[in-house]
């Protein structure tokens, strides 16, 4: 039975075009001894999605955690405890209690979080100095939209993060940070207490300047940060299955803006979170309209619903901007043969069949279609395509036979190379 094969909007891995299980349709046995009967086919089964974690429930945990490195190196040994945790306007208060002769750095990292009714993710790469007891306040994103914030003063709970997939996107922001906007620091300044691009600096620094956050890092110099929505809708992307649509939502759910230009600035935040959810390893083409695979993907979740209509339009879509997408070509396909349109599901397994990564389902569910709108010379070429390349298939082996029982397709027998008889040379 075959299984619509799904790139998951879900970042976990870095997903894969394959094809799953055995063929789009499997005939009924045909007892029939004279001219094959048309076959039953079973329909294809929906589709399963790519196997993903739980998603976290309320109360959940919140991320990361903190990571302690004392300023003099050669200072004394110190001990940070647990900080006490209350969410605030925008992001979370942190009470540290901090032994030793110095002052001690602390960063925000990821292996603890804090956690009530809301699930809090503090932005990684955050950095305060700790002398004694000192309040620290810190940038702090849901982990998953749908839940209700807690009140500002809400104490909340440190909890040790468990979701690989979130850690990995944490590591590849601090990466993704230091990479970009690192160079970028020495083409600034500080004027008036802000930093400010240098009179020397290239048009490259230059735009990277203007689309980062700058702040003075712990050893006095410029240091650059995606901007919060940016980190917000890479990590929901990453939690909460966010593709552009889900993130226009959300734009209109805080602002007071037209559907039109809640999709351009989707778009917009989407394509700026493209870069760091690559530097994780996610397949960042599933979250936006730009790319054949969000289209693909929405052609699976409507074949999923029942909606073959809708399933057509975007795998349309999806080749009309991938057109060597062979996965595209064959579920579209698929579709076409569950709405009955047999000549058309033919076609599209044509095209499939001519795309590198074509395997033996493809020429299979291509003679399946041919079969059912009569051409049953063409079914027979497809099935023997079939059993060319998998010799051990039964089912295509059967149905040649139904298809063309004379072997009319079957190709001409080899000649035998006559041997050239040498002469004996006379004495």
């Given at each position: 039975?075959?299984?619509?094969?799904?790139?998951?909007?879900?970042?976990?891995?870095?997903p894969?075009?394959?094809?799953?299980?055995?063929?789009?349709?499997?005939?009924?046995?045909?007892?029939?001894?004279?001219a094959?009967?048309?076959?039953?086919?079973?329909?294809?089964?929906?589709?399963?999605p790519?196997?993903?974690?739980?998603?976290?429930?309320?109360?959940?945990?919140?991320a990361?955690g903190?990571?302690?490195?004392?300023?003099?190196?050669?200072?004394?040994?110190?001990?940070?405890?647990?900080?006490?945790?209350?969410?605030?306007?925008?992001?979370?208060?942190?009470?540290?209690?901090?032994?030793?002769?110095?002052?001690?750095?602390?960063?925000?990292?990821?292996?603890?979080?804090?956690?009530?009714?809301?699930?809090?993710?503090?932005?990684?790469g955050?950095?305060?100095?700790?002398?004694?007891?000192?309040k620290?306040?810190?940038?702090?994103?849901?982990?998953?939209?749908?839940?209700?914030?807690?009140?500002p003063?809400?104490?909340?709970?440190?909890?040790p993060?468990?979701?690989?997939?979130?850690?990995?996107?944490?590591?590849?922001?601090?990466?993704?940070?230091r990479?970009?906007?690192?160079?970028?620091?020495?083409?600034?300044?500080?004027?008036?207490?802000?930093?400010?691009?240098?009179?020397?600096?290239?048009?490259?620094?230059?735009?990277?300047?203007r689309?980062?956050l700058?702040?003075?890092?712990?050893?006095?110099?410029?240091?650059?940060?995606?901007?919060?929505?940016?980190?917000?809708?890479?990590?929901?992307?990453?939690?909460?299955?966010?593709?552009?649509?889900?993130?226009?939502?959300?734009?209109?759910?805080?602002?007071?803006?037209?559907i039109?230009?809640?999709?351009?600035?989707?778009?917009?935040?989407?394509?700026?979170?493209?870069?760091v959810?690559?530097?994780?390893?996610?397949?960042?083409?599933?979250?936006s309209?730009?790319?054949?695979?969000?289209n693909?993907?929405?052609?699976?979740?409507?074949?999923q619903?029942?909606?073959?209509?809708?399933?057509?339009?975007?795998?349309?879509r999806?080749?009309?901007?991938?057109?060597?997408?062979?996965?595209?070509?064959?579920?579209?396909?698929?579709?076409?043969?569950?709405a009955?349109?047999?000549?058309?599901?033919?076609?599209?397994?044509?095209?499939?069949?001519?795309?590198?990564?074509?395997?033996?389902?493809?020429?299979?569910?291509?003679?399946?279609?041919?079969y059912?709108?009569?051409?049953?010379?063409?079914?027979?070429?497809?099935?023997?395509?079939?059993?060319e390349?998998?010799p051990?298939?039964?089912?295509?082996?059967?149905?040649?036979?139904?298809?063309?029982?004379?072997?009319?397709?079957?190709?001409?027998?080899?000649?035998?190379k006559?041997?050239?008889?040498?002469r004996?040379?006379?004495?």
């Open positions: 039975m075959h299984r619509l094969c799904l790139i998951w909007v879900v970042l976990i891995t870095t894969v075009l394959a094809q799953e299980g055995r063929g789009l349709v499997e005939f009924a046995e045909d007892s029939a001894p004279a094959p009967t048309e076959p039953a086919p079973t329909e294809p089964a929906a589709a399963t790519t196997p993903t974690p739980a998603k976290p429930k309320a109360p959940a945990v919140l990361p903190l990571s302690t490195a004392a300023v003099d190196a050669e200072g004394p040994a110190h001990t940070i405890t647990t900080p006490t945790i209350v969410a605030v306007a925008g992001g979370v208060e942190l009470m540290f209690d901090a032994s030793a002769k110095t002052m001690v750095g602390i960063e925000s990292s990821h292996t603890y979080g804090a956690m009530n009714r809301a699930p809090w993710l503090l932005r990684p955050q950095w305060a100095m700790v002398d004694g007891q000192t620290v306040v810190w940038e702090a994103v849901t982990l998953t939209p749908e839940i209700q914030t807690d009140a003063g809400t104490p909340l709970e440190a909890v993060l468990d979701a690989p997939q979130v850690r990995a996107f944490l590591d590849a922001v601090v990466a993704y940070e990479e970009t906007y690192g160079p970028v620091a020495g083409s600034l300044q500080q004027v008036d207490g802000k930093w400010a691009p240098a009179e020397t600096i290239s048009e490259e620094h230059l735009a990277l300047f689309g980062a700058w702040s003075t890092g712990r050893d006095g110099s410029a240091e650059g940060r995606l901007p919060l929505d940016v980190f917000r809708v890479a990590l929901w992307a990453v939690s909460a299955d966010f593709t552009v649509l889900e993130v226009a939502d959300w734009i209109r759910s805080t602002e007071t803006i037209e039109e230009d809640a999709v351009t600035k989707a778009q917009g935040l989407v394509g700026r979170a493209g870069p959810l690559a530097k994780a390893g996610f397949d960042h083409r599933v979250i309209a730009q790319f054949a695979q969000f693909y993907n929405r052609g699976i979740l409507a074949y619903r029942g909606d073959l209509k809708a399933a057509v339009h975007h795998f349309d999806a080749i009309s901007r991938e057109r060597t997408l062979m996965s595209a070509h064959y579920n579209l396909g698929v579709t076409y043969y569950r009955a349109r047999y000549q058309d599901a033919a076609d599209a397994f044509l095209v499939a069949s001519g795309i590198d990564g074509a395997g033996a389902d493809v020429f299979f569910n291509r003679g399946a279609a041919l059912r709108v009569g051409n049953l010379l063409g079914a027979a070429r497809a099935f023997r395509k079939v059993v390349l998998t051990e298939d039964e089912a295509a082996k059967s149905w040649l036979q139904k298809a063309d029982p004379e072997g009319k397709t079957a190709p001409p027998p080899k000649k035998k006559k041997r050239r008889r040498r004996r040379r006379r004495k």
